[in-house]
C-alpha cells in the first residue's frame, strides 16, 4: 500500500507518466563536407500532407533527434548560414520507428538548396527491438481480412488484428466462438496476453476479460500504420506479454480524400464443402465510407495547415435463417394428461433390482412410464407374509403410492400455472412432428450488425503545440446468435426462449498533446478512456410472471423463469424454457501517459510513468449452484414428484417410473432456486516508471538501456463482496468443517499481496558494420500486466431447501414458501447452499494473484541491404518466461498417498479401490476401526468414501488457486526476414521462422508437476509466409494508348502461410485399474512402447497398393476416410495403480498440414485524376484445398483401445465414422474455397 501511495505522490509531483506512444522519431548527425560536426544546427522536419512543422536543434555533438513525430511522410529541412540550404524528401516513418538521416552541408550561399529526394533505407541502423510495421493500405490490400463470425471475430467485422499473420513469431487463430477472441500467441508467451495500443494507450484486455479486446477493434480503414513488437523493446513499453501492437490512426490532411467501400460474401463465389457437396446460403456484407481532409468553414475559418479531421464508418451485416436445434414439445394426448403412451415408449420393460423385477410393498411390479399420484401418498408397514416378493424388510414403514388409472391425470387436477405455461407452448412443427420426442424443429431469422465508426481530430496549437483527439464506437446487436452462443436458438416463441443475445456498445476517446519545451526537449501528454458495455438479454426482457402465470415469487419483472422438465426423444416430454444464463458487464478504462525526451550531446533521455484502471461493474444473474447457468430471477424443476416413493434408496434397472411432464401438470416442484439482481464492481490498477536513454556511441554504434517498473493491484470487488476460498475458517453449513468462504469486507483482510518488486532493466545494441550491414542484439527483463483472474459473484440467491424422495416442495400455483428471501449475504456457509448436500469447489484467489508473469527476453541477429528496396534479416529470438496463471498445478482438493496410507488404505489394492468408490453409508461399520467415517455430522452418506477423506469433503472436485504465478515457458527461434519495399509495381514481404516452444501450466500428479513440463500444444516448428502485391504498369506498346489502358492497373494480391502440422497429444491411459480408482485423478497418457511406430504401418494409396511402411499424413497419396492413419499398438496402457513416467508430447507426432493460401485479383479504374475504382475478388484457400480434421487420437474417452467403426447406412456406408485413427470428414472437414467481391473508391 506504501509503494501504492509512493507512485501516487511521484506521479503528482514529476508529472510524468509513461508515453505508451505510437510515435517515431528521425535522429542523426549533422556534419559539414569534411566530416566535421555542426553543433546549433536548426532543423525542421515537415509532415507532407498536413504542412504541420516539428523543430530541432543539433547538440554539440552534431547530434540531432525530432522525437514524438506522429507516422507520416516527411521532408527534412536544414538551414545554417554559410551552408547550402538542405532538403530531404520522400521519408516515411512508421510508429515506433527511429529512422537515422545523417545530414552533411555543403559549403555555399543559403539561397542555394541541395535537395535530395531518395527513401531512407530500410535498415534499422538505430534500435535492437525486434519489430514488424503494416500499413493499413497493405491490410486492406491483401487477401487477409475476412468477414464473418468464424473467419474474424464474434463482432463479423474484418478484424485488424489479423495483420499478426504477416508477422514472424507470432501464430493467429480466427475465433468464431461467443465473445470471438483470436488465438495470439508470440514467441511462445501464454495464450492472448499481447498488449493493443491505439494512439498510444492500451486498448486491449488480459486474463478472463481478453474477450472486451475485440469488441473495441479498430475499423481497419481507419488504420494508419501498426508496429509489432515482439521482442527487446524499449523501457517505455511495459505490462506487456506476448507481443505489443501499436496502431497509429489516421488523419486528415491538406487535400480532402476518402473512400467507400463494400465486402460481399455470396455461396455464388464458393465452392462446395467436400464429401457432402453441400453449398451452404452464404449472405454478408462489410461496407463503409471515410473522409478526412482541413476543417474548412467558408468565411469563418480555414483550418489548412492547422486543423483536420479523419472520419469513417464500417458496417458489417449478415442476415440468416438459422436451422435451429431440434427439440421436444409435449405432444397433444400429453397436454390434455394422457400419459399412456410413456409405458410403450419405454419399452414396455419392468423396472427391476438387480436380475429380478422390482415389487413394491403392495405386492405391484411396476412398468416403466408408470405415473403416480402424490396424493395417494400413505405409509405402509411392509408384510412380507402378504406379500412375500415384496423389496422391502418385514416390519418396515415405507411411504408408497398409487398409479394414475390408465396413467392419465384428470385436467382438473392440472395445477393452473401450469396450464397457464402450457397455453404458450407451440405445437410439434417440421419434418418430425408426428414423433413423440424431438418433435419441433423451427427455423428462425437471425440478423447480425456491428457498426464501427471513428473520429479523429488533429490541430497545430502555435509553434510549438499539436493536439490530436480520436473517438471510437463499436454497437454490434445480434439476439439469435448463428454460433456460440451458450444457448442455440430452438426457435421457441420469444418468451419461452433459452436464448441469448449478443449486444455490444463500447468506445474508444484518446486526448494527446505534445509541446515543444526547447530545441532538444519535447513533452508528451495522453489521456484516454475506454469503455465496454456488453449484455446478452433474452428476447423478452419485460416479461411479469405473476400477472401474465399466476407465479408468484419473483424479485424483478424482467424475463420468463427458467423451468427444466425433462424429455427425450423415445418417451417426449418438454424440453428447458427459459434462459439460462444473462449477464451485463462492464469495463471501464481510463488511462494517463505524459513523458519528457531531452536530447544533450550524443544521449537522448525519455522519462516517465503511466498510470491506467480496469473498472469492470456488472449486473449478478443470481446464479443458484446446482446447474452451469443461471436465472435472473426463478428456476424451477419439476421432474421426479411422480415417481414411486417406495424407491428411495433402491438402485434399479430397466428404467424408471413418474415422467417430468406429468409433475409439471401437477405443479410439482422438486427444486426451486430465486435470486435478486444486484450490481458490483471489480477493479485494479497498473502503474509504471521508466527511464532510458539512447546513447550514441559514435556514428556506427548505438546503446539502448533503461530501466522499467511495473506495478499492478490483483481484480478485487470494490466493496470486499467478492468470495474467497479460505482453507481454515468453519464451515457453518458443512458442521464448523474447514474450509469455507471469506469476504473482504468481513474478514477485514486482503485475499492477495501486491508484487512490488517488478524491476525490469533493458539494454540494445545496434552497431553499423557497414553501409549496407547491421548487427543488433539486446536484452530485457519484461513483465506482463497483473492478472485479472476469475471472478465469483456475491451471492445473491437462496434455495427452497431438498424435498423427500419423490416429494415435491410446492405446488406452482401456491408459489414457494414465504421463508426465502433471496438478498446478498456474506456468509461464510454460503457454500454449500444447504446442509447435507455437497458443491463444486468455489473461487480461491491465489495470495499471489497480483503476480506479474515475467520475461527474460533476448535477441542477437544481422541485416543487410541488398539494394535500396531489399532487405534481409536474420535472428536469434529467444525467452524464458516464470510465473504465468497455472493454478491446475496446485489443487488443494486432492487425497495424496501418504494420506490414503494414514487412513489404512494402500495404492495397488484392489479392494481397497472398491472401497473408495463405493457409498460411505454401508461401510460406516466397517471404517470405523480405521477411524473413517463421517467427515462432519451433515455430511450426505450416499457421497463415496474418497470424497468423504478429500481435504474439504464438502466440495466436489478440484479447488485450483485463481491466478497462481507457478507456470513457466521456454521458447527458443531463428527468425529470417525479406522485406522489398514498392519497387516497378511489386511489394515482398516473407519470413520463416524455425522455433521451439516448451510450458509447464499442468501435471498428471499434482505432487510430481515436473511431469507437466512439455512441448506446447503451441509448438510450430517451421513457419514460412510469404505475401506480395503487383500492379501492372501503364504502358504504351508500339504507340497504342489503347495497349496501355487495357495492360495497365491490374492488381494481384498474395497471402501464403505453410507451417508444421499441429501436435497430436498422446492417447489417455485407460487401465484396469487406473491409479484414479484410489486417487480421483491420473494417471495421465498413456505410455509409448518401445520400437512401434506412431503411424499406421498397414494401409492403402488411391492405386489400391497396401503398405506397410508408416504412413505419411501429408503424402497425399491415400483416401483418409478408408483408413486408420494412427498405430493402436504404440501405446500401452499406465501398469496398474502408477502415474505416467511421462507425459512428454512427441515432437513428430503431428497430424495434417492446413496451408493458407490466399489471392485476390482485381483491376482498378481511373475516374478522374485523384479519383480510382477498383473491383477485385478475393479467395480464401485459392486452391480450394480439403482440410480434414485431425485424426481421433483418444486423449480424450477410452484412449487408444477405441475400435474403428463405420457407417452402415446411406451414401457414406463403409465409411469411417470413428475410433482410435480414424478420419471422418463428413463431421469437420472446413476449409474449402470461399471468395469475396470487394468494390472500393478512393479519391
Not at 447457468?629 to 415417481?643: E, M, R
Not at 455437497?838 to 508473469?853: E, H, I, K, S, W
Request: aromatic letters at 10%.
Amino acid at each position: 500500500m506504501r509503494l501504492a501511495k509512493l507512485a501516487i505522490c511521484l506521479f503528482a509531483v514529476a508529472c510524468i507518466a509513461a508515453a505508451q506512444t505510437d510515435r517515431g522519431s528521425i535522429t542523426g548527425t549533422i556534419s559539414d563536407a569534411t566530416g566535421a560536426v555542426v553543433a546549433n544546427a536548426a532543423i525542421e522536419a515537415k509532415n507532407v500532407a498536413t504542412g504541420q512543422t516539428y523543430s530541432a536543434t543539433s547538440t554539440q555533438t552534431g547530434n540531432y533527434t525530432l522525437p514524438q513525430l506522429p507516422a507520416g511522410s516527411y521532408e527534412v529541412l536544414v538551414d545554417v548560414q554559410g551552408f547550402k540550404k538542405y532538403t530531404r524528401q520522400g521519408l516515411s516513418l512508421a510508429p515506433t520507428q527511429v529512422m537515422r538521416i545523417d545530414i552533411a552541408l555543403e559549403i555555399g550561399s543559403s539561397a542555394e538548396t541541395v535537395t535530395v529526394t531518395a527513401e531512407a533505407t530500410l535498415m534499422k541502423t538505430e534500435s535492437s527491438e525486434v519489430s514488424s510495421t503494416v500499413t493499413g493500405d497493405r491490410i486492406n490490400n491483401l487477401p487477409l481480412l475476412s468477414i464473418g463470425e468464424q473467419q474474424a471475430s464474434a463482432a463479423g467485422v474484418r478484424n485488424p488484428w489479423a495483420l499478426a499473420t504477416l508477422v514472424p513469431g507470432i501464430q493467429y487463430t480466427v475465433g468464431g466462438f461467443f465473445g470471438g477472441t483470436p488465438n495470439i500467441v508470440a514467441n511462445g508467451a501464454a495464450a492472448n496476453t499481447a498488449s493493443y495500443r491505439i494512439e498510444g494507450m492500451d486498448a486491449g484486455n488480459n486474463g478472463t476479460l481478453n474477450v472486451f479486446t475485440m469488441e473495441v477493434q479498430p475499423s481497419a480503414e481507419a488504420i494508419q500504420e501498426v508496429a509489432v513488437q515482439t521482442s527487446n523493446f524499449a523501457a517505455e513499453y511495459g505490462a506487456v506479454g506476448g507481443g505489443l501492437f501499436n496502431a497509429t490512426m489516421r488523419s486528415g490532411t491538406n487535400q480532402y480524400h476518402g473512400s467507400l467501400y463494400d465486402y460481399n460474401v455470396n455461396e455464388a463465389y464458393n465452392a462446395s464443402q467436400p464429401y457432402t457437396g453441400l453449398h451452404n446460403k452464404a449472405r454478408r456484407n462489410d461496407y463503409g465510407g471515410s473522409l478526412g481532409g482541413p476543417v474548412r468553414i467558408p468565411k469563418i475559418y480555414n483550418g489548412t495547415n492547422r486543423t483536420f479531421f479523419f472520419w469513417n464508418f464500417e458496417q458489417y451485416r449478415e442476415r440468416q435463417t438459422v436451422a435451429t436445434t431440434t427439440v421436444t414439445v409435449p405432444i397433444t394426448a400429453y397436454r390434455n394428461g394422457d400419459f399412456s403412451q410413456v409405458i410403450p415408449a419405454s419399452g414396455n420393460q419392468l423396472i427391476k433390482l438387480g436380475a429380478s423385477n422390482y415389487t413394491d410393498p403392495l405386492g405391484r411390479n411396476i412398468l416403466a412410464g408408470t405415473i403416480f399420484d402424490p396424493q395417494s401418498t400413505r405409509q405402509v408397514t411392509c408384510n412380507l407374509a402378504q406379500f412375500p416378493g415384496a423389496n422391502c424388510a418385514n416390519g418396515q414403514s415405507v411411504l408408497v403410492r398409487d398409479p394414475f388409472l390408465g396413467n392419465k391425470i384428470d385436467p382438473t387436477r392440472f395445477d393452473t400455472v401450469a396450464k397457464n405455461i402450457q397455453n404458450l407452448i407451440p405445437q410439434p412443427i417440421g419434418p418430425n412432428a408426428r414423433n413423440i420426442g424431438s418433435n419441433f424443429n423451427n427455423n428462425q431469422n437471425s440478423e447480425r450488425t456491428t457498426e464501427i465508426p471513428s473520429l479523429k481530430l488533429d490541430q497545430s496549437v502555435g509553434s510549438k503545440g499539436h493536439l490530436s483527439f480520436y473517438w471510437s464506437g463499436t454497437r454490434t446487436a445480434d439476439q439469435y446468435p448463428i454460433v456460440g452462443s451458450p444457448a442455440q436458438p430452438e426457435g421457441f416463441p420469444p418468451a419461452l426462449s433459452t436464448v441469448i443475445g449478443n449486444f455490444d456498445r463500447s468506445y474508444t476517446i484518446r486526448l494527446n498533446y505534445d509541446h515543444t519545451i526547447s530545441p532538444t526537449m519535447i513533452a508528451h501528454l495522453g489521456l484516454g478512456y475506454q469503455k465496454n458495455h456488453l449484455w446478452d438479454d433474452t428476447p423478452v426482457t419485460d416479461f411479469d410472471a405473476l400477472k401474465q402465470l399466476g407465479l408468484k415469487g419473483q424479485t424483478v419483472v424482467r424475463q420468463f423463469p427458467t423451468i427444466s422438465i425433462g424429455a427425450s426423444p423415445a418417451t417426449g416430454g418438454m424440453s428447458n424454457m427459459g434462459p439460462q444464463f444473462q449477464t451485463h458487464q462492464f469495463v471501464e478504462k481510463p488511462a494517463v501517459n505524459l513523458s519528457v525526451t531531452s536530447v544533450r550531446g550524443n544521449h537522448s533521455y525519455k522519462i516517465g510513468a503511466e498510470w491506467r484502471a480496469e473498472g469492470n461493474p456488472q449486473v449478478s444473474n443470481a446464479q443458484p449452484p446446482w446447474t452451469t447457468a443461471g436465472a435472473f430471477d426463478q428456476t424451477l424443476a419439476l421432474a421426479t414428484a411422480t415417481t414411486q416413493t417406495s424407491l428411495e434408496g433402491l438402485t434399479t434397472t430397466g428404467g424408471s417410473p413418474g415422467f417430468g411432464y406429468a409433475s409439471f401438470l401437477l405443479g410439482q416442484v422438486t427444486s426451486y432456486g430465486v435470486g435478486v439482481p444486484s450490481v458490483y464492481h471489480v477493479g485494479r490498477q497498473q502503474w509504471g516508471l521508466f527511464v532510458q536513454d539512447t546513447w550514441k556511441v559514435t556514428r556506427k554504434l548505438t546503446l539502448d538501456y533503461g530501466l522499467r517498473w511495473d506495478y499492478g493491484t490483483y481484480s478485487r470487488e470494490t466493496y470486499g463482496r467478492q468470495p474467497s476460498f479460505a482453507l481454515l475458517l468453519a464451515n457453518p453449513t458443512a458442521d464448523g468443517h474447514p474450509g469455507a468462504l471469506q469476504f473482504e469486507a468481513t474478514c477485514h483482510c486482503t485475499f492477495a499481496n501486491n508484487y512490488p518488486y517488478a524491476i525490469g532493466p533493458r539494454i540494445g545494441i545496434a552497431y553499423q558494420i557497414n553501409s549496407k550491414t547491421v548487427f543488433r542484439g539486446g536484452f530485457g527483463v519484461v513483465y506482463n500486466a497483473s492478472s485479472t483472474g476469475a471472478f465469483s459473484p456475491p451471492l445473491n440467491y437462496q434455495l427452497a431447501g431438498i424435498p423427500a424422495f419423490g416429494q415435491s416442495l410446492f405446488n406452482m400455483q401456491d408459489g414457494p414458501p414465504s421463508t426465502i428471501h433471496p438478498a446478498i449475504v456474506l456468509n461464510p456457509g454460503g457454500l454449500p447452499s444447504l446442509p447435507g448436500t455437497l458443491t463444486a469447489g468455489p473461487l480461491f484467489v491465489d495470495q499471489n494473484a497480483a503476480r506479474p508473469a515475467r520475461q527474460y527476453q533476448w535477441s542477437v541477429g544481422f541485416q543487410r541491404e541488398i539494394n535500396r528496396d531489399l532487405v534481409v534479416e536474420a535472428s536469434y529470438v529467444a525467452n524464458r518466461g516464470i510465473w504465468w496463471p497455472a493454478g491446475a498445478l496446485a489443487p488443494i482438493n486432492s487425497v495424496s498417498q501418504p494420506q490414503l496410507a494414514k487412513d489404512g488404505f494402500t495404492v495397488g489394492n484392489l479392494a481397497d479401490a472398491t472401497a473408495l468408490s463405493t457409498q460411505l453409508g454401508p461401510q460406516l461399520g466397517a471404517l470405523a476401526g480405521r477411524g473413517v467415517g463421517r467427515p462432519y455430522s451433515s455430511f450426505p452418506t450416499n457421497q463415496s468414501v474418497l470424497q468423504s477423506l478429500l481435504p474439504f469433503p464438502q466440495f466436489t472436485g478440484n479447488i485450483n488457486p485463481t491466478a497462481a504465478p507457478l507456470g513457466k515457458t521456454w521458447y527458443d527461434s531463428l527468425q529470417a526476414t525479406v522485406t522489398q519495399r514498392l519497387s516497378h509495381g511489386l511489394t515482398v514481404n516473407g519470413n520463416f521462422t524455425w522455433s521451439k516452444n516448451l510450458d509447464l501450466l499442468s501435471s498428471p500428479d499434482i505432487f510430481n508437476t515436473g511431469l507437466g513440463k512439455n512441448i506446447s500444444a503451441n509448438d510450430l516448428p517451421l513457419q514460412f509466409r510469404f505475401s506480395a502485391q503487383y500492379v501492372t504498369p501503364r504502358k504504351t506498346l508500339f504507340g497504342n494508348k489503347l495497349t496501355s489502358y487495357v495492360l495497365g492497373d491490374w492488381t494481384v494480391g498474395w497471402y501464403a502461410q505453410y507451417q508444421s502440422a499441429p501436435i497430436i497429444a498422446r492417447p489417455a491411459s485407460a487401465g484396469a485399474h487406473p491409479i484414479s480408482q484410489w486417487l480421483g485423478r491420473g494417471p495421465g497418457p498413456a505410455e509409448r512402447v518401445a520400437g512401434q511406430p506412431l503411424f499406421s504401418t498397414n494401409w492403402v494409396d488411391y492405386n489400391g497398393v497396401t503398405h506397410t511402411d508408416p504412413i505419411d499424413l501429408n503424402c497425399h497419396c491415400f483416401d483418409p476416410t478408408k483408413n486408420i492413419v494412427l498405430n493402436p499398438a504404440a501405446w500401452a496402457n499406465v501398469p496398474d495403480g502408477q502415474w505416467s513416467s511421462n507425459q512428454s508430447t512427441f515432437r513428430d507426432y503431428r497430424g495434417f498440414r492446413y496451408p493458407t493460401e490466399n489471392a485476390n485479383f482485381g483491376r482498378t479504374f481511373r475516374v478522374k485524376e485523384k479519383i480510382t475504382f477498383n473491383v477485385r475478388v478475393e479467395f480464401s484457400n485459392a486452391f480450394n484445398r480439403t482440410r480434414l480434421p485431425q485424426p481421433a487420437a483418444g486423449n480424450v474417452g477410452p484412449g487408444f483401445a477405441t475400435a474403428p467403426t463405420k457407417q452402415t447406412s446411406g451414401p457414406l456406408t463403409g465409411l469411417y465414422s470413428a475410433g482410435f485413427g480414424s478420419v471422418v470428414p463428413t463431421t469437420g472437414t472446413q476449409g474449402y474455397r470461399t471468395g469475396t467481391l470487394v468494390g472500393r473508391i478512393t479519391f
